[in-house]
């Protein structure tokens, strides 16, 4: 079993930055992917960001040149940057890992959300 924890929402002014961290415990043998999505209220739940093992990444076009993905293989860890913060960005921020090989097989992992909220 994999657990997903993360850290680093809260307020910030438009404009600002926040740094969002996920740490995958457990006995984890390999991640294929892993990144975040995100959901506002009355919308539904979008990617913002992955990357892979290799380090390919992929951002939502809204995010683009504001948001950096990076990744830790060796401890499992995924952090977003997120710079020039928009009123447009506030929603719910999921962190995921796509594939996560364990003792138990293969499968996807969320973790529970945290809540990032830009103001004008």
């Known amino acids: 079993q994999v657990q997903l924890v993360e850290s680093g929402g809260g307020l910030v002014q438009a404009g600002g930055s926040l740094r969002l961290s996920c740490a995958a415990s457990?006995?984890?043998?390999?991640?294929?992917?892993m990144g975040w999505h995100r959901q506002a209220p009355g919308k539904q739940r979008e990617l913002v960001a992955s990357i892979t093992t290799s380090g390919t990444t992929t951002y939502a076009d809204s995010v683009k040149g504001r948001f950096t993905i990076s990744r830790n293989n060796a401890n499992h860890t995924v952090s977003l940057q997120m710079n020039s913060l928009k009123p447009a960005d506030t929603a719910v921020y999921y962190c995921?890992?796509?594939?996560?090989?364990?003792?138990?097989?293969?499968?996807?992992?969320w973790g529970q959300g945290t809540q990032v909220t830009v103001s004008s």
């Open positions: 457990g006995i984890i043998f390999s991640i294929n992917r």
């Open positions: 995921y890992a796509d594939s996560a090989r364990t003792i138990i097989g293969v499968r996807d992992y």
